[in-house]
């Protein structure tokens, strides 16, 4: 089983529907879980990180965790064509010297 | 201010070259991170530094070797490298390298030919 596993897609929405992107993680005891968005060419940017159980908000974009499933997902709400990028979903890797593990990212679709 | 800056951008070498790239933060980081991401791939993790010292070297060859002279500075020494080593060299820096957020710098593009 891969650490970080995602659909790699793509996903397409129309503009201004929600997008929903999912990750799996298999080491149960990670705690700490970030999304990145990746565009072609570029280097990832950070735009969530989530530390507990639940929901985070921050502005059209909303992460959740479930630790007990071991779960986390992206909603991006009200989508633009700007969103369109690769989504890496990536963990905390819970050993000496850890270090971010990513998943192969879901590639949005963002059509106007 | 969270940026991560690496020089050069765009990089072309010979098998027999020998180059260096470099990272710098300004952010009192005291992780720093190498990743190599080739296209349509994940980042994968090379070498993390904590507090200067090297902590984890994920089975990298040895035509690759890091240096960290100081807290806000990084590199990567490169010699006799492969064409299959073409890829993006991605360096990023978090407070600690436990459980906290990792900013990335804009990459250098390497082609080896």
């Known amino acids: 089983q891969k650490e970080v596993e995602q659909n790699s897609g793509p996903l397409s929405v129309p503009e201004g529907a929600i997008a929903s992107l999912n990750c799996t993680y298999s080491?149960?005891?990670?705690?700490?879980f970030f999304w990145y968005r990746q565009y072609s060419g570029k280097s990832p940017e950070l735009i969530m990180s989530i530390y507990s159980n639940g929901d985070k908000e921050d502005g059209r974009f909303t992460a959740q965790l479930n630790k007990a499933s071991q779960y986390v997902s992206l909603l991006i709400r009200d989508s633009q064509p700007s969103d369109s990028a690769t989504y890496l979903c990536a963990v905390n890797k819970v050993q000496a010297g850890t270090a971010l593990i990513f998943g192969k990212g879901t590639t949005l679709s963002v059509s106007s | 201010d969270t940026e991560v800056t690496q020089t050069p951008k765009h990089l072309v070498m010979g098998m027999t070259n020998k180059k260096s790239l470099k990272c710098e933060q300004h952010?009192?980081?005291?992780?720093m991170y190498w990743y190599k991401q080739k296209a349509k791939k994940p980042p994968e993790l090379m070498f993390v530094?904590?507090?200067?010292?090297?902590?984890i070297n994920e089975s990298v060859p040895s035509r690759f070797s890091p240096e960290c002279p100081n807290s806000s500075l990084l590199n990567l020494h490169l010699h006799a490298l492969q064409p299959e080593d073409s890829a993006l060299y991605l360096c990023?820096?978090?407070?600690?390298?436990?459980?906290?957020?990792?900013?990335f710098g804009q990459g250098t593009r390497l082609t080896v030919v």
């Open positions: 952010m009192g980081h005291r992780a």
């Open positions: 080491d149960r005891v990670s705690q700490s």
């Open positions: 990023a820096s978090s407070q600690e390298s436990r459980n906290t957020e990792a900013f």
């Open positions: 530094y904590s507090y200067e010292k090297l902590s």
